[in-house]
């Protein structure tokens, strides 16, 4: 049975912070590539940031370069999004992904196996 819970969402007022927590449980998380995403209303889902098996490799959308940080801790089958500097831009519901690394990493295609239930981030004015 394939779980992913996340946790950390909210309301914070803009130039705040937020970490976001996913837990994995189900599959064999450090084979796979995880990543977060988000969805705004009235608009399409955007990908945030991506991290490899390992957590050696990552990759972030150009609007949260510098502002957010993804990680993992493997022996916790637990992904991570640290948030900082928060816009009101940044207000979406936010969904944590799994895909199965072969040879390469790619986190930027929506091609992700498993899909956690979403979180809401409200970033106020």
């Known amino acids: 049975q394939v779980q992913l819970v996340e946790s950390g969402g909210g309301l914070v007022q803009a130039g705040g912070s937020l970490r976001l927590s996913c837990a994995a449980s189900g599959f064999t998380f450090s084979t796979y590539t995880m990543g977060w995403f988000r969805q705004a209303p009235g608009k399409e889902q955007e990908f945030v940031a991506g991290?490899?098996?390992?957590?050696?490799?990552?990759s972030y959308a150009d609007s949260v370069q510098d502002r957010f940080t993804i990680s993992r801790d493997n022996a916790k089958n637990t992904l991570y999004l640290q948030m900082d500097s928060l816009k009101p831009e940044d207000t979406a519901v936010y969904y944590c992904?799994?895909?199965?690394?072969?040879?390469?990493?790619?986190?930027?295609?929506?091609?992700?196996?498993?899909w956690g239930q979403g979180t809401q981030v409200t970033v106020s004015s």
């Open positions: 992904a799994a895909r199965l690394q072969g040879g390469s990493f790619v986190p930027r295609s929506p091609k992700y196996d498993y």
């Open positions: 991290i490899s098996r390992r957590g050696v490799q990552t």
